[in-house]
Nanobody
Framework: QVQLVESGGGLVQAGGSLRLSCAASRSIFRINDMGWYRQAPGKQRELVASISSGSVAVYADSVKGRFTISRDNAKNTVYLQMNSLKPEDTAVYYC??????????WGQGTQVTVSS
């Protein structure tokens, strides 16, 4: 069994920064795409950013230019650097990894709260 362990959430003022990390607990499987999703109260979970094993990144329009996703394949870890945070970025952020042969694996979620 593989678990994704997230860290780095918290409370920050608008305009501030946070860095999220997500590490896979075991390294014996192949990890393909990794990504971050978020879910605000009363809203559906949405993709924030994803990154392939070759480090090709995709971003939601709402975070382009403010967030940067990266990964360290040697550490089975994905990061999300969030700058210029806005109150509308407030949500629970979930890490996701596509791990062969297990399929989609999710982290437990970490709360990000941006105050105005």
């Amino acid at each position: 069994q593989v678990q994704l362990v997230e860290s780095g959430g918290g409370l920050v003022q608008a305009g501030g920064s946070l860095r999220l990390s997500c590490a896979a607990s075991r390294s014996i499987f192949r990890i393909n795409d990794m990504g971050w999703y978020r879910q605000a109260p009363g809203k559906q979970r949405e993709l924030v950013a994803s990154i392939s094993s070759g480090s090709v990144a995709v971003y939601a329009d709402s975070v382009k230019g403010r967030f940067t996703i990266s990964r360290d394949n040697a550490k089975n870890t994905v990061y999300l650097q969030m700058n210029s945070l806005k109150p509308e970025d407030t949500a629970v952020y979930y890490c996701n990894a596509q791990i062969a042969p297990l399929g989609d694996v999710w982290g437990q979620g970490t709360q990000v709260t941006v105050s105005s």
